[in-house]
């Protein structure tokens, strides 16, 4: 059974518009990581070109702490680039991620890194979600089409509090550039047979900051690519068929 001296987990937040909310979640990470006494652990700050003091903060805490490292983007490259950089630049066997603007309570880590051992992932589901009735109605059927057009079945495929084995991203490549990226990633990992416990979290309310999450021009964007990657996996299917 793997227990926690064993376990080296990289550590990673995308960070847009979060000068308020960046320094809160690292500080809180260091102090669950270090209480947990892994093997080892880093935490990667990625700053994507926000336009508010979020890299000077960022900055700050990797002088203050010497297992946290920033990247930055010298422009915005969206959300889906600035994961796909987390997941790839990882040093360690786990990589574990959670969004950079303090919606999420970086204690329940404790309780997904106790999960490790029993599968490939630790997928995590918000037991409430704190948005908007907006933001919920796109919520709920963003994910009811995702169930109907890739029969899958996650409670909560885009929360962004998630355990995945770090090979996983040695052996797949996306093409999405924003929110469906969680979806394409999970999806991926299914076919590829990679088992996932799922695991309810508390959703705290956003205080600070701005999301860009529900953007008209980000929901067209991504209908296109969900259209795009059905396409995608119904020829690797063929191919995969025909060998």
């Not at 979020?54 to 930055?72: C, N, Q, S, Y």
Request: aromatic share 14%; proline share 3%.
């Amino acid at each position: 059974m793997i227990q926690n001296k064993d376990i080296r987990l990289s550590v990673f937040f995308p960070a847009y518009y979060d000068e308020k909310n960046i320094d809160k979640v690292v500080c809180k990470a260091v102090e669950v990581l270090e209480d947990l006494q892994l093997k080892d652990y880093e935490i990667t700050i990625i700053e994507d070109g926000s336009p508010d003091r979020t890299g000077e903060v960022a900055d700050k805490l990797a002088a203050r702490f010497p297992k946290v490292r920033v990247i930055h983007h010298e422009v915005n490259k969206g959300y889906g680039a600035t994961l796909w950089e987390g997941f790839t630049s990882a040093r360690f066997e786990y990589v574990f991620y959670t969004d950079g603007d303090n919606q999420f309570d970086l204690e329940e880590l404790r309780k997904f890194v106790a999960l490790i051992p029993f599968g490939d992932m630790v997928v995590g589901y918000r037991k409430k979600k704190q948005y908007s009735p907006y933001r919920k109605f796109t919520s709920f059927v963003y994910n009811y089409v995702l169930r109907f057009y890739f029969d899958i079945d996650f409670i909560d495929i885009d929360c962004a509090f998630k355990i995945i084995k770090t090979d996983l991203f040695k052996k797949i490549k996306v093409n999405t550039k924003d929110a469906f990226i969680d979806a394409e990633i999970m999806i991926r990992a299914s076919l590829l047979g990679y088992s996932f416990t799922e695991l309810g979290v508390k959703h705290l309310p956003r205080v600070d900051g701005v999301s860009t999450a529900a953007r008209p021009s980000i929901i067209f964007r991504t209908i296109g690519e969900i259209i795009d990657f059905k396409k995608e996996i119904k020829k690797e299917l063929r191919e995969r068929r025909s060998k």
